[in-house]
């Protein structure tokens, strides 16, 4: 099991103490471990470093996992005052990102940033160039399961969970559960040992279940019985999609973050080994992929769909008009590319 370095955690802390504007910066389409991070870390900034952060970010928060960001306040990335934020910040911490590129509207503005420049991340090929202090890793679930260890490691904390804020605590669980899909996938023995620790120190998981499993929407339900039954199809190549137009989110009412999860619904099927889940947007279609052990579906995802991720959860864009003339062509597109590449696997 990793463990970070004293010194380490010494040299983050002490940049933390030593910056008076902190901005704290995830991923466009922020989820669970985007947000459970992000709070984390303000949290932390706040209580133990009686210090003061800014979180930022490029996109609006998905409703079903804002209980994460009650009580911050988070900037609107597109706003002027974000962009002096940025320009002005001593320090700027991007969390569960491998590069400024997944920032979308905030990349420009945090790369010609004057600030020191901190990595928390657990996504492959880091852009640690980009950084003065880099903290990546991909042997643990998330980037909550790292910024746990990293702040264990911290003076003042010395390896005892229960010294961590009750809500950086609840944040760091909630963001672990949501990106191994509550401790399906992703899950090392540090995964296991972080979540024995959190609980130890009296983190509520329950309620972490019953906010992020069990307070949906019944439409949301419908919805994902309408696509599984109208929209799925399975290839003879073991790859499954389904793509979600503008007609049948309106027709439910779907809202950001609402899909999430549904895309590794398929891999349920014994014959299908990738899963694919495309949701038109404007201008373009997103791409959430999934695959089951041993085969890695990042390359795909770079090669294919202008994104990346992790080996079996990995996501991109199909774009209009560069990829494909029109919204019609996107099955034959996604068909193409999926049948290539599990022919070369
Ligand atoms: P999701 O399917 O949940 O949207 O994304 C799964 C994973 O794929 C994310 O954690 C992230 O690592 C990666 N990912 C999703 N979209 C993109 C993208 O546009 N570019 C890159 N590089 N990675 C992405
Ligand atoms: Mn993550």
Redesign the pocket.
């Known amino acids: 099991m990793f463990e970070v370095s004293a010194e380490k955690a010494k040299l983050f802390d002490s940049l933390i103490r030593n910056s008076p504007e902190t901005v704290i910066v995830a991923?466009?389409?922020p989820?669970g471990?985007a947000l459970g991070s992000i709070t984390a870390m303000s949290g932390f900034i706040r209580d133990c470093c009686g210090g003061n952060a800014v979180i930022i970010l490029p996109d609006r928060i998905p409703s079903g996992l804002s209980f994460i960001t009650d009580g911050f306040d988070i900037l609107d990335g597109g706003s002027d005052r974000s962009k002096k934020m940025i320009a002005g910040a001593d320090l700027i911490i991007a969390l569960?990102v491998?590069?400024f590129?997944?920032t979308d509207i905030l990349e420009n503005d945090l790369r010609a940033a004057k600030g020191r420049k901190v990595l928390i991340d657990h996504?492959p090929d880091p852009d640690s160039d980009a950084f003065d202090l880099v903290f990546s890793r991909t042997d643990v679930s998330s980037a909550c399961e790292l910024l746990f260890q990293i702040l264990c490691a911290m003076p003042g904390i010395d390896g005892d969970a229960s010294k961590l804020p009750a809500d950086c605590a609840f944040s760091l669980m909630t963001g672990m559960t949501t990106?191994t899909n509550n401790f399906a996938n992703s899950v090392f023995p540090s995964t296991l040992d972080m979540a024995s620790r959190l609980i130890a120190a009296g983190v509520d998981r329950d309620l972490i279940i019953e906010r992020v499993y069990n307070s949906g929407r019944e439409g949301k339900l419908r919805a994902w019985g309408y696509m599984l039954d109208r929209k799925l199809r399975i290839m003879d190549c073991g790859a499954a999609y389904m793509v979600l137009d503008r007609d049948t989110k309106d027709r439910f009412g779907l809202a950001e973050g609402e899909t999430?999860g549904l895309?590794n619904i398929p891999l349920q099927i014994g014959k299908v080994r990738m899963s694919a889940?495309i949701t038109e947007e404007d201008g373009y279609f997103?791409?959430?992929?999934?695959s089951k052990k041993p085969l890695s579906i990042?390359a795909l995802?770079?090669d294919r769909?202008?994104?990346?991720?992790?080996p079996q959860?990995?996501?991109?864009?199909i774009l209009i008009p560069d990829d494909i003339p029109d919204r019609d062509a996107v099955c034959a597109w996604f068909e193409d590319a999926a049948a290539r590449f599990m022919q070369k696997m």
Not at 305 to 310: I, M, R, S, V
């Open positions: 991923h466009l389409h989820d471990d569960d491998n590069s590129r997944r996504h990106d999430d895309v889940l997103r791409i959430s992929l999934r990042n995802a770079s769909f202008h994104g990346g991720g992790h959860a990995s996501g991109g864009r």
